[in-house]
């Protein structure tokens, strides 16, 4: 019995080779998404990161705010100065920073004070996305707040 040739799929010398059309449309369908993708991952990732700072700079904030002889200067300093080397560390204005209670320098040793830290997204994180729904984050605020006893 005479087995059949198998088709290899190497192209035979002299004929075209006509599975270049196939992917090429296949690298046209699947490119976008996957470079929307990966503008997604980053938008995101920077987003992240800039929470993460928004809450390290509250943290040095508060922990200035509990000091003794704590002055509202210093502890704008102190955020300041936690942000440094941040692309919106010049961004952060006077009401990016809020200290709780309003007495807070009048506090005894054990109560809280609170340092709250905010600014627009849009100065914060990219927005490249911006056009598809859900990724638009214009009008949201990246807020990290910390809470202490003073000391």
Not at 34 to 49: D, E, H, K, R
Not at 99 to 113: A, C, F, H, K
């Amino acid at each position: 019995m005479k087995r059949k040739p198998t088709r290899t799929s190497r192209p035979t010398p002299g004929k075209p080779n006509t599975r270049g059309g196939v992917l090429s449309l296949e690298l046209v369908v699947v490119l976008p998404i996957l470079l929307l993708v990966l503008l997604a991952v980053i938008q995101f990732s920077t987003y992240l990161l800039a929470t993460q700072a928004i809450q390290a700079a509250a943290l040095v904030g508060a922990r200035e705010a509990t000091l003794p002889g704590a002055t509202e200067e210093r502890v704008h300093a102190a955020v300041h100065r936690a942000l440094k080397g941040w692309r919106f560390e010049d961004r952060l204005g006077d009401d990016g920073v809020a200290i709780t209670p309003e007495n807070w320098q009048d506090l005894r040793s054990g109560e809280s004070v609170g340092v709250l830290v905010r600014i627009d997204a849009n100065q914060a994180a990219m927005n490249s996305l911006r056009h598809l729904p859900g990724f638009d984050w214009t009008d949201e605020l990246i807020c990290g707040q910390y809470i202490m006893r003073k000391e």
